[in-house]
């Protein structure tokens, strides 16, 4: 294999596909929304997540038996998992910016991990010990390949950044080791988590260990033979009902189902199976059409954090964990380098702005691990030491049970420069507008740099600015969202319009010093519901470039009864500085003994109504909130209630 430069940044490098990722001393976010996300994980998250691991015992479990270790594992079977995936966070954070204390933190983190790795190569501190179960007799609940994944993934991204260092040979033992219990002659057994699949694949595209990718592959087809052992939420939860190549939607736990997804692309990538990438895409596409919020959150049931049928996308009851979101991006990142279709990168952006950038407290500190779209009581205010056990239905909390989200979205947006722009086979593509700085080079190997700076998403307009090329024609191609109807493109005092949902491009012999400018309108619009979903029929939902719009009611400054909100959808909304303005009102209701019995109420006298961008709600203290906000009723509608 010819792995591209092994420390080249990306936290994804397939060998080949449509586009080439650039890596995170290539592509750097310099200010703006993004910027701000990227310091709040960096001077918030990160210690809190680290000093939360160690106040509950996460990362003390990494010297169990040692002589000033604890006696016993603490935490959930999965709690390695978190340890790693912080490392990985702080990795790619000290890829974006060098900080010698973080690595120092690092490299003290990765010696801890070390220090419980077995001779053979086994590592995991909650099986195989002394009173502990013995390794690889609960590979259904166990978690244990599922750790090894990330695992694996932290130390793709340190050596990404560093250079190949003591945790690649950490990892790299628990794979060889893993190729021997589980290969093509050892175990045929699968993880209830997966997550090894997608990790497997980027250790082989680090090493150019071959291996690594056959096992992948091995797990990706050995999955879908109801294999696992039974269960109350049936072989769908863990993706075993059926085979891979066979199935036409993800469906189960929306985590799994996700980070499979990932390591199909993967393995089809670097395989050249185009058949199951073709299957694995329209899986993706027919859960996008028919099982995702509009915020583009998936999952939307809680008793088993998974996907429902079609169109079974209640918002109050909306589960859309932080870490399906993570794990959306990922896949989609890899479905849009695979095939170069622009309407990739808009899925990434509608998860970014409406997931991601909500899923975590102004100071870095708190989090949600479910996203409501429909807060019908108001959150609550929570100490900042107590760990949480529900998931659903509060406020950000410091720390879960179970805390995957945090550290979870802190590896993505320490990385997130990576998912700016991207390499095709001539020029160079923008997916995603910030201000950023992108140098790299082109197929040919010539430099191009340029500097892109924008307010969005608060305003539309981006300007282009190319500051280095070796010079020759080259192509540079911008994504038009598919919402951007009436969008320009103005080269050289030339304006003209850009299509919405395709990418524009600009061919040219560029010289440093040249402009692009992109205009994206954004005016704010009404959104409807596809009519299927019967949770939110006869509602509507204001959005505003990528950014999904809410009305909230704090407790300390109340818009008031949000049940009884109603608005008019004949009426464009309008922007109002940081928010957008409806036209609504709230509708009065009489309590009554039985709620099914009373005539329907008039409309309410109509004024403007705040909404707010949902990636800022619960952010003013306890409140209630609604995305989809029912609608007036029609004069036709009134007189047929008679
Ligand atoms: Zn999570």
């Not at 304006?495 to 400018?517: H, I, N, S």
């Amino acid at each position: 294999m010819a792995a591209s430069d092994p420390t080249g940044g990306r936290p994804v490098d397939p060998s080949r596909g449509a586009l080439r990722p650039l890596g995170l001393a290539e592509a750097r976010i310099t200010a703006g929304f993004w910027a701000d996300r990227q310091r709040v994980i960096s001077e918030g998250s990160l210690d809190h997540a680290r000093a939360w691991m160690d106040k509950v015992g996460w990362t003390a479990n990494f010297t169990i038996g040692a002589a000033t270790g604890p006696a016993e594992h603490r935490g959930r079977e999965f709690a390695d998992s978190e340890v790693y995936k912080l490392i990985e966070a702080m990795s790619w954070e000290t890829g974006r910016r060098a900080d010698p204390a973080r690595k120092r933190e690092i490299d003290e983190l990765v010696a801890l991990v070390g220090g419980a790795q077995e001779a053979d190569g086994y590592l995991n501190t909650a099986y195989g010990r002394a009173g502990q179960a013995p390794r690889w007799s609960d590979l259904q609940w166990g978690h244990e390949l599922y750790c090894a994944g990330h695992l694996m993934q932290a130390a793709v991204a340190d050596t990404r950044v560093h250079g190949p260092g003591p945790l690649l040979d950490i990892a790299v033992k628990a794979a060889d080791h893993i190729c021997e219990v589980f290969g093509r002659d050892g175990s045929t057994g699968i993880c209830g988590h997966p997550e090894i699949e997608p990790a497997l694949v980027e250790l082989y595209r680090v090493t150019g260990e071959r291996r690594y990718l056959d096992q992948a592959a091995l797990f990706v087809e050995r999955r879908g033979h109801q294999s696992l052992p039974p269960h109350q939420f049936g072989w769908s939860y863990f993706s075993d009902d059926t085979p891979v190549r066979a199935a036409t939607v993800l469906r189960g736990h929306a985590v799994r189902a996700l980070y499979l997804a990932c390591g199909v692309v993967d393995v089809a990538v670097e395989t050249g199976d185009d058949e199951l990438l073709a299957a694995v895409a329209a899986q993706f596409d027919r859960t996008w059409a028919r099982r995702t919020y509009l915020t583009g959150g998936m999952g939307s049931r809680h008793m088993d954090e998974a996907f429902s049928d079609d169109f079974v996308l209640p918002s109050d009851r909306a589960y859309s964990e932080s870490c399906a979101s993570v794990a959306a991006v990922m896949l989609a990142w890899r479905l849009l380098l695979a095939t170069g279709e622009a309407r990739y990168a808009d899925v990434i952006e509608r998860l970014l702005y409406n997931v991601v950038a909500t899923a975590i407290e102004d100071d870095g500190r708190a989090f949600f691990y479910a996203h409501s779209l429909h807060q019908r009581t108001p959150t609550r205010a929570l100490p900042d030491d107590e760990e949480q056990l529900g998931f659903g239905g509060g406020p950000r909390a410091p720390w879960f049970e179970v805390s995957c989200c945090l550290p979870n979205v802190s590896r993505l947006l320490a990385s997130l420069s990576s998912y700016l722009a991207a390499g095709d086979d001539e020029g160079l593509r923008i997916m995603q507008y910030a201000d950023a700085s992108v140098d790299t080079r082109l197929a040919d190997g010539r430099r191009v740099a340029l500097e892109t700076s924008t307010a969005y998403p608060a305003d539309g307009d981006v300007t282009i600015r190319i500051t280095a090329t070796d010079g020759g024609e080259w192509p540079l191609r911008l994504r038009v969202p598919a919402w951007a109807h009436g969008a320009t493109i103005t080269v050289d005092g030339v304006t003209k319009e850009a299509a919405a949902g395709d990418v524009v491009t600009v061919r040219r012999a560029f010289a440093a010093g040249d402009e692009v400018r992109l205009h994206l309108p954004m005016a704010p619009r009404i959104t409807t519901p596809d009519p299927r979903i019967d949770a939110v029929r006869g509602c509507v939902a204001v959005e505003r470039g990528p950014v999904v719009y809410c009305a909230e009611s704090p407790v300390a400054d109340p818009l008031g009864d949000l049940d009884l909100l109603r608005v008019d959808p004949g009426r464009a909304p309008e922007d109002a500085g940081d928010g957008v303005e409806v036209w609504g009102g709230l509708a009065t209701a009489a309590d009554a003994a039985w709620p099914y019995a009373g005539p329907a109420g008039d409309n309410p006298p109509l004024g403007l109504i705040r909404l707010l961008p949902y990636h800022r709600w619960a952010r003013r203290g306890p409140a209630t909130m609604r995305v989809w906000l029912p609608t007036v009723q029609s004069p036709r509608a009134r007189s047929s209630d008679g």
